[in-house]
């Protein structure tokens, strides 16, 4: 099969594919008019067969392999959901036939008379129920496709085309078949009686097929995309094509809460195209008009949002200058500056350190292996006289070995004495680069 895409409506109907669909419908009508053709006496199954059936589906079948068109993906799927519906009425009909008893079975006496009058009923059976298949339940399908391909079934809701397979199924599908037994002089004796309980059986089944046959075709309407010409009757414009509806003569009114802007085209009546209510443009945006010479609606831009809306823009800059200069908060504010500290008698320029066992006092360093624990000031002695003297000799904080661990820099606000800001230098220069431990060592 050609599995080209194919877009509805934009190949022209050519003659070559009219032939080609021709075809098809001819061997689909075929096996249901060889059979009324027998019945009637004009012409024996066996001929029409052998002369007709078989070396047209040869032909059609070797044309569809190595030359195939687009429009043979509908045929097949015609032809496959005919044999399924065939397949899902005779469940009904042998049900009736072989199990309950309510009427005979004439598709293997119709077989006889496709291999010759002297077959046995086995052999009948077997070439008769592949005549039902491919030849009846197949070829109804095929055109039951077709025939919706053409007339734009494909556009319809799923509703309408079951409808209308059910009503092709009825008539004239089951009103053939019941016109050739009524009309034919042999029809009752080679094929069935009409009795009430037959002509309801048989109509059940129709209606089954052609509920089943209407079903499949809404599942593979996807299939409707390969056939390349455009409905003849009932069928919807292509979407690709712009779709005016009537002209309305109510004013087109801004959007509610929103007054029109000044300097926006006035609003006209006309109709509206589909494909222009996808698009919203920054200017006013005009479509073409129809060729009715109607007056297109003109769609304008959203209007602005207000000042201080969440999507609105931000406010522009009333001055390029530099930035109004802030008031520095009141001493005490959070946010302020430190408090001055007052500076010690002794004339130490950090000043008195806090407590020992505050937060951001010094930390004991009584962890630290090898040292003496490092007393915190008091104020009372200068660190100059400290520094001076050289002593190893510190003084204990009293506060409590926490384990707490420095960091790179001294907090916000702190100053350390010059013993600790030593202790804390060596600290930095014996950390290996690139990993840094806080720990006194």
Wanted: proline residues 13%; contains cysteine; glycine residues 12%.
């Amino acid at each position: 099969m050609n599995t080209t895409d194919v877009s509805p409506g934009t190949a022209p109907m050519s003659t070559e594919g009219l032939l080609r669909v021709g075809l098809h419908l001819l061997l689909a009508a075929l096996p249901l008019l060889a059979i009324s053709a027998h019945v009637f006496g004009l012409i024996t199954m066996n001929w029409s067969a052998a002369l007709l059936v078989v070396p047209l589906a040869t032909a059609i079948v070797a044309l569809t392999i190595f030359a195939p068109h687009p429009e043979e993906r509908v045929i097949l799927h015609g032809f496959l959901w005919g044999m399924l519906a065939c397949a899902l009425y005779d469940v009904f009909r042998l049900d009736t036939v072989y199990m309950l008893g309510w009427w005979a079975d004439f598709i293997p006496t119709m077989g006889t008379w496709i291999i010759g009058d002297g077959a046995s009923k086995t052999a009948g059976a077997w070439v008769g129920y592949l005549w039902r298949y491919l030849g009846d339940g197949g070829g109804i399908g095929v055109t039951f496709f077709v025939g919706a391909a053409f007339i734009g079934l494909h556009h319809r809701p799923p509703k309408q085309v079951v409808g209308a397979s059910v009503a092709f199924a009825v008539f004239p599908v089951w009103a053939g078949l019941i016109a050739t037994v009524w009309l034919a002089p042999r029809g009752q004796s080679l094929m069935f009686p009409l009795t009430p309980t037959t002509i309801t059986l048989s109509l059940i089944g129709h209606l089954i097929f052609g509920l089943i046959m209407g079903l499949g075709f809404v599942k593979t309407r996807s299939a409707e995309r390969f056939w390349p010409w455009a409905p003849v009757i009932g069928g919807m414009a292509p979407a690709s094509h712009t779709v005016y509806f009537p002209a309305d003569s109510r004013p087109a009114l801004p959007p509610a809460g929103h007054p029109q802007p000044v300097g926006w085209p006035a609003a006209t009546s006309g109709p509206v195209p589909v494909a222009a209510t996808a698009q919203v443009a920054a200017t006013a945006h005009r479509v073409a008009p129809p060729t009715t010479g109607e007056r297109p609606v003109v769609v304008p831009p959203p209007p602005p949002l207000p000042a201080g809306h969440p999507s609105g823009p931000l406010p522009a800059s009333t001055s390029s200058g530099p930035m109004p200069r802030q008031e520095r908060p009141a001493a005490g504010h959070p946010s302020g500056p430190m408090p001055r500290q007052e500076q010690p008698v002794g004339g130490h320029p950090s000043g008195p350190l806090p407590a020992a066992g505050h937060p951001s006092g010094p930390l004991p360093a009584a962890a630290r292996t090898g040292s003496q624990p490092v007393a915190a000031r008091t104020g009372s002695q200068p660190a100059a006289a400290r520094v001076g003297s050289g002593s190893s000799e510190s003084e204990s904080s009293g506060g409590p070995d926490t384990g707490r661990t420095r960091t790179a820099t001294p907090p916000a606000g702190q100053t350390l004495d010059p013993e600790t800001w030593a202790l804390w230098q060596r600290q930095l220069a014996t950390t290996i680069k690139g990993r840094r431990t806080h720990r006194w060592r």
